[in-house]
C-alpha cells in the first residue's frame, strides 16, 4: 500500500512537471508570435506612414538609375509621392538611358508630379539620352561640373549574322506576309525597303525628342541645332549651352526650392523607395502564419485583413518594345 502510495506521488509529480513545462512553451510561443505580430503592425505603419505622408511635411528623394523601362514599380512610386505629404520632389538621376517609351513614361509621370509640387533634378555621374527626358520633367536641374549629360537622339540596334549563316552553310527561311514583316530579322541581309522603314521610325522620335528638349528648356532653332548631334557633354559645358541650369547637387537643389518655391527651410528629405525583401505586407503575412500556428485566430484574421487591404491596387502586367535611346 505504501509502495503504491508512492509510485501514484511519482506519477502526479511528473504530470505536473509535464504540464508546467509545457504551459512555459506555450507561453514562449505566443510570447514569440506576439513580438513578430507587434513588428509587423509597426512594419506595416511605418510602411502607410512613409508612402502616404503619415510623417508630415518633407521634401521626397526619389532616385532614378540604371537602365530606364519606365516600369511598374517606379511610375507608382512616383504616384505615391505626387499623392503624399510631400512638398517638393528631388530626383537623383544616374542613369545612362533606356527605352525611348520608357523615358517617355518617365517624363510624363515626373510632370503630372511637378503640376502638384515643385520637382527638381540633380545629376550625378552621366544623365544622358532617356535619362535626360527624365531630367527634362523637373523644374530645374543641376549638375556636377563633371557630370555627363546630353546624347541627344534614337538608336536602334540589332545584330546580323547572314553572313557567318553563309559560311556555315545554314539558311534561316520565313514565311510572311509581306516582305516588311519583323523586318529587320538579323538572318538576313537588311533590304532597302525594311533599313527606310526603320530609319522613318528613328526620325519620328528624334523630331520628338529634339521637340521636347526646345519647348522645356526653351531653345531657339540655333541652339538646338548645337546640341542634338547626340554628343554628351559635361555639366560645365551643358550650362550655357542651356541644357542644364545650374552647377549643384542636393544642397543647392534644396535651396533653390526653398528660395524660388517657398519650400519651408530645414525640411526633413526622406527616401521614397520601390519595397525590396522583407516588405511590410509579406511580414504581415507571415505574423498571421504564426499568430494562427500559437492559436491566435482571430489577430491572425486581422493581420490577413491588414495584408489584404495593403496589396489593393497591386501593378498588373507591361508590354514593352524595347526601342533603345541610350547608351
Not at 66 to 91: C, F, W, Y
Not at 237 to 245: A, E, F, I, S
Not at 284 to 301: F, I
Request: hydrophobic share 45%.
Amino acid at each position: 500500500m505504501h509502495f503504491e502510495a508512492k509510485l501514484l506521488s511519482l506519477s502526479t509529480a511528473d504530470y505536473l512537471v509535464d504540464r508546467r513545462r509545457l504551459r512555459k512553451q506555450i507561453t514562449f510561443w505566443r510570447a514569440i508570435a506576439f513580438a513578430v505580430a507587434a513588428i509587423a503592425i509597426i512594419v506595416l505603419g511605418l510602411r502607410f506612414a512613409l508612402n502616404s505622408g503619415v510623417g508630415g511635411a518633407h521634401v521626397a528623394r526619389l532616385s532614378i538609375s540604371g537602365l530606364i523601362t519606365g516600369d511598374a514599380e517606379t511610375v507608382k512610386l512616383i504616384r505615391s509621392v505626387a499623392d503624399s505629404k510631400a512638398v517638393a520632389a528631388v530626383l537623383t538621376i544616374d542613369s545612362p538611358g533606356g527605352t525611348t517609351e520608357g523615358s517617355e513614361v518617365l517624363y510624363e509621370e515626373i510632370r503630372r508630379l511637378a503640376d502638384k509640387k515643385p520637382v527638381v533634378a540633380v545629376v550625378g555621374a552621366v544623365g544622358a539620352s532617356g535619362a535626360y527626358i527624365a531630367a527634362l520633367g523637373a523644374d530645374r536641374i543641376f549638375v556636377r561640373g563633371n557630370s555627363i549629360v546630353g546624347s541627344i537622339g534614337v538608336l536602334m540596334e540589332f545584330p546580323n549574322v547572314s553572313g557567318l549563316m553563309d559560311k556555315v552553310g545554314v539558311k534561316f527561311e520565313s514565311i510572311k506576309s509581306s516582305p516588311l514583316k519583323a523586318a529587320p530579322n538579323g538572318f538576313e541581309p537588311t533590304s532597302e525597303a525594311a533599313h527606310d522603314a526603320i530609319a522613318a521610325l528613328i526620325a519620328d522620335s528624334f523630331t520628338w525628342f529634339k521637340g521636347l528638349v526646345k519647348e522645356r528648356r526653351q531653345m531657339s532653332d540655333e541652339e538646338l541645332a548645337r546640341v542634338d548631334d547626340g554628343r554628351v557633354f559635361t555639366g560645365r559645358q551643358g550650362v550655357p549651352l542651356k541644357l542644364v541650369d545650374a552647377i549643384g547637387g542636393e544642397r543647392e537643389a534644396i535651396a533653390w526650392l526653398e528660395a524660388e518655391k517657398g519650400v519651408t527651410k530645414d525640411l526633413p528629405v526622406r527616401d521614397w523607395k520601390p519595397e525590396t525583401g522583407l516588405s511590410g505586407l509579406k511580414f504581415t503575412s507571415l505574423a498571421a502564419d504564426v499568430a494562427q500556428a500559437a492559436g491566435w485566430s482571430d489577430l491572425a484574421g486581422a493581420l490577413r485583413c491588414a495584408a489584404l487591404s495593403a496589396d489593393v491596387g497591386s501593378d498588373g502586367l507591361l508590354s514593352l518594345w524595347k526601342f533603345s535611346s541610350g547608351e
